[in-house]
């Protein structure tokens, strides 16, 4: 068991940082544990939590804005706003049914992974929405970036470098998002049967009209079980008028792919969750899983040649540039074939594949996120160093020397 | 007037100029290479005109391959440079310095893909902002920030600022609708980041390249997101008694989960100036007005306007006008469009960028009227109200010194009382040369320390856009 260290404010944490520095003692950094899973395995044998930095520290609906201490759960955070009408529209995903946690997800922790869901290819990614933040280095100096307003381009953007690196550039104190109201209605049109390029086309069809979509996912036949048809989705939100105008607008314009049928809202809100949480691939446990973010037009066949070299099964959110893939967790996982199939489709412009779900043993073995071309991975590891220069903060979780 | 420092030349490129001018011969062709003093005029200054510096020369290469060969070659002489798109910067980020040497990348506006499918767009910066949009218009698209100036300011300057514009409030700016680059580092390595997908590998460099001001390479292509246009987009005119009352309808508007594609604010100094210019039908009579544009089918846009009238009333509207065509569209459009070009026929302005939470819009406009007032100067305010971001012009007369300074005076008090009420010294112009010495009312020196050190891991001898974003003293030191 490591040592758990709980700062209760920020200026302690900022000790606890300074301390472990002298020390030269790496520490890995923990929200809920509900994804400590993800990227690669820490040499550390200390944990810093941020489990006692809780709190909404301001909330102003009418400004759409919300600031809260980074360790404050989520659905602390969900409620809060919920009781308002509005949310964190990147719709977070939530790792529990993947990684078979159980902890509470923490509002840090969507910032620092840049944790998005189905909503991402409409209103953006954790990343557009994060504002602020308030954290500190690996020199143990707290530092602030962005603010509570909207816009904001006074200097570099360091919310948006922190966002997603997972905690290696520094531990998030406080983090401030901006909300969007919650709609009125949401509806969900469903297509049945397609095979994968059908289905993405039919998506991009949606997701090129005037209709804003704000969710195209492909769940493939026997995904969910053996004898389940292809179910292709997309969903539409606002006021009911709206909704209800759009909807068989959309329908009529998807006409060449099929009849689409309305789903009915709660197996709706279900399949949109299974779509966020990437449910349909938790079981079984030991498969791996992968992420592949691509050009969405190229998911198919990215997904086929992935396929040819070995037994896959997967399914795509983001019309298409979202595909998540679960392989036999053996040898390198899969790695090689996965991108080698990204490779063949376009290089590093085509995409890039993160391992999401293995065993730590393997994590620490094989590339989690994608390889970097040699003078990114330069910059990244300067990056590194000018935030953490004795690499006392998730140390290598990126990458090694990140 | 020289109210900001520029940071001393070194002699001992000065004394070379002959040679790095000569070394540049060497690699683009003369029609890339401005060397006359005429010539270099063009480059003196950017939109923060009262400041000027001519460059020691300025290459405007045709490719990616030719500005890495001019960088690795300006990196290898120890030549500062200065990245340029149009020149149009209001807060003097693509000023020279007289010992730089300026890269343009004007010559680079190819559109290199359209990929309705992947709804990307990848173009060589030099391509202005809205050629983006008319090029995918015929087919329905857009790209979204559309900065006033989009007829003349380019892909580059876009990303170098983080440029927004009326319509971001719904859709973001720059950095919500960038995908990739490419970009050339300061000793001429070329890297991509990102591509046709979302959320680009590792780091978020992107997210940091986006509004770093020059500092970091010089980006040379850049994939951009455009979207499918709504089938409809209707602006409204609401007009008001006082500027408080429309700042408050927003806040309003705002806080009852309505959120516009655009709502932009003018007051009654502006309302006349831009009236009489673009003839758009502003109601003269208003102490101020607000265009807030709905979009969607006619009928969801009639739906949308019900909700907003109702709280308009609520506010003391004394004028509800809806475009009736598109020829009333696009005139209401030209007049805030040309807002700072129609002031600058009436008097010389500054314009100020601040931002501030969209609940002291009321407080901050009667406060913003005192400061400028107190100074006995006049002042037209026009703005991105939906997201707090305040543009005050401040009218002065450029050839009056005194007032000149008075001028720079009342924006630095109107800053700093943005950041007072919990805002931001810049939400879309940047900081440059003008913003930089304030950085220090925003930010701590550990935070500006931290942005720094992650500046030096570009461009560790500080060759890019020097002088520039960080206080003088404190780049200096670092
Ligand atoms: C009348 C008027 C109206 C305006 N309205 C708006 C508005 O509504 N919204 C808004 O946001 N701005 C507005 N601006 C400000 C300005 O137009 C924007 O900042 C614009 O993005 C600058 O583009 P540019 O091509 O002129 O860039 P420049 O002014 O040439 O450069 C801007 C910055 O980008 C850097 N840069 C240039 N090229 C590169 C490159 N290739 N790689 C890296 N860095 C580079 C420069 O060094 C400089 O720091 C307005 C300006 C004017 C004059």
């Given at each position: 068991m490591r040592e758990i260290l709980s700062p209760v404010n920020e200026a302690e944490t900022a000790e606890m940082i300074r301390e472990a520095r002298a020390a030269r003692r790496p520490i890995m950094i923990e929200g809920g544990d509900t994804r400590s899973g993800l990227g690669r395995p820490i040499a550390a044998d200390r944990i810093l939590s941020t489990r006692k930095l809780t709190g909404i520290t301001l909330y102003e609906p009418a400004e759409l804005v919300i600031s809260a201490r980074a360790g404050t759960p989520l659905a602390e955070i969900e409620n809060t706003l919920r009781a308002k009408n509005q949310r964190l529209a990147f719709e977070p995903m939530d790792h529990r049914a993947l990684f078979g946690t159980d902890g509470m997800p923490t509002i840090g922790a969507v910032a620092a992974c840049n944790i998005s869901g189905p909503r991402r290819i409409q209103t953006g990614a954790a990343r557009d929405h994060l504002i602020g933040i308030r954290m500190v280095n690996g020199f143990g100096e707290i530092v602030k970036s962005g603010g509570r307003v909207m816009k904001n381009v006074t200097g570099l953007d360091l919310v948006k470098l922190c966002c997603g690196a997972h905690g290696t550039l520094g531990v998030f104190t406080e983090v401030t998002f901006k909300v969007l109201p919650e709609p009125e209605t949401t509806s969900t049109l469903a297509l049945h049967g397609l095979d994968d390029s059908k289905a993405i086309a039919a998506l991009s069809a949606g997701l090129t009209s005037p209709f804003q979509i704000t969710g195209a996912a492909h769940l493939p036949a026997?995904?969910?079980?053996?004898e389940a048809e292809a179910l292709t989705l997309l969903r539409l939100e606002g006021a009911p008028s709206s909704v209800d105008y759009r909807a068989s607008a959309l329908a009529k314009l998807l006409e060449a792919f099929g009849t689409t049928a309305v789903l009915a809202p709660d197996r709706a809100t279900k399949l949109w969750s299974a779509v966020r949480d990437a449910h349909p691939l938790a079981e079984p446990r030991d498969a791996a899983i992968w992420r592949l973010s691509v050009a969405p037009s190229r998911g198919p066949a990215i997904v086929a040649t992935v396929k040819r070299k070995l037994a896959a099964r997967a399914f795509y959110d983001w019309g298409g540039g979202l595909v998540w893939l679960a392989v036999a967790?053996?040898?390198?996982?899969g790695a090689a074939a996965v991108r080698d199939a990204l490779a063949e489709a376009g290089g590093s412009e085509s995409g890039h594949a993160t391992l999401i779900r293995a065993a730590e043993e393997m994590r620490g073995r094989i590339n989690v996120f994608q390889p970097l071309a040699a003078p990114l991975m330069q910059i990244s590891q300067g990056i590194k160093a000018s935030f953490d220069p004795d690499h006392i903060l998730n140390p290598g979780r990126m990458y090694a020397g990140v | 007037m020289s109210g900001i420092v520029f940071p001393t030349p070194d002699e001992t490129i000065l004394a070379r100029r002959a040679d790095i001018i000569a070394g540049l011969a060497k690699l683009v062709p003369p029609e890339c290479l401005v060397t006359s003093e005429d010539e270099r005029r063009a480059f003196e200054t950017d939109g923060l005109m009262s400041y000027r510096r001519l460059p020691l020369a300025v290459v405007l290469p045709r490719s990616t391959e030719e500005v890495a060969a001019v960088m690795r070659y300006l990196h290898q002489e120890g030549v500062k440079v200065v990245a340029r798109g149009a020149g149009t910067s209001l807060a003097g980020g693509a000023i020279p310095l007289e010992d730089s040497v300026i890269i343009g990348v004007g010559k680079m506006r190819r559109i290199l893909d359209v990929d309705y499918a992947n709804r990307a767009i990848k173009v060589e910066?030099?391509?202005?902002?809205?050629s983006i949009t008319d090029m995918v218009a015929p087919d329905g698209f857009f790209y979204a920030p559309d900065p006033s100036s989009q007829l003349a300011c380019t892909i580059a300057g876009n990303i170098g600022m983080n440029s927004g514009g009326a319509h971001c409030l719904k859709y973001g700016v720059t950095t919500n609708n960038v995908l990739g680059v490419k970009m050339v580092l300061v000793d001429g390595t070329i890297v991509d980041i990102g591509g046709a997908h979302l959320d680009a590998a590792g780091l978020d460099l992107l997210g940091l390249i986006v509004g770093s001001e020059g500092q970091l390479g010089i980006v040379t292509e850049a994939t951009l997101r455009i979207l499918r246009s709504a089938e409809s987009a209707r602006p409204v005119l609401f007009g008001f008694p006082t500027s408080e009352e429309a700042g408050a309808c927003v806040a309003a508007i705002i806080g009852a989960g309505i959120v516009p594609v655009a709502i932009e604010f003018m007051d009654k100094p502006a309302i006349e100036i831009c009236e009489a210019f673009a003839h758009a039908g502003y109601p003269l009579d208003a102490g101020a007005l607000l265009i807030i544009e709905v979009e969607g089918s006619a009928a969801e846009i009639d739906a949308e306007l019900v909700r907003i009238i109702e709280i308009a009333k609520s506010h003391g509207v004394t004028t509800v006008k809806e475009s009736k065509s598109a020829m009333e569209t696009a005139a209401i459009w030209k007049g805030r469009k040309s807002a700072f070009g129609a002031t600058g026929r009436i008097a010389d302005y500054i314009c100020m960028d601040g931002v501030i939470p969209t609940g002291r819009l009321p407080y901050v406009l009667h406060r913003l009227q005192e400061i400028v007032t107190s100074y006995g100067l006049r002042v037209a305010n026009v703005f991105h109200a939906g997201d707090g971001n305040l543009h005050p012009l401040i009218l002065y007369n450029c050839n009056d010194p005194e007032e000149q300074k008075k001028a720079e005076a009342a924006g630095e008090d109107i800053l700093k009382l943005c950041v007072e009420v919990g805002g931001c010294l810049t939400g879309e112009h940047g900081v440059g040369i003008e913003k930089r010495e304030l950085m220090n009312v925003q930010f701590n020196a550990e935070d500006l320390a931290q942005q720094m050190r992650a500046r030096a891991v570009f461009d560790e001898g500080w060759l890019?856009?020097?002088?520039?974003?960080?206080?003088l003293a404190a780049a200096e030191a670092a």
């Open positions: 026997g995904l969910e079980s053996p967790a053996e040898g390198d996982a | 910066t030099g391509c202005t902002n809205l890019l856009n020097r002088g520039k974003v960080f206080p």
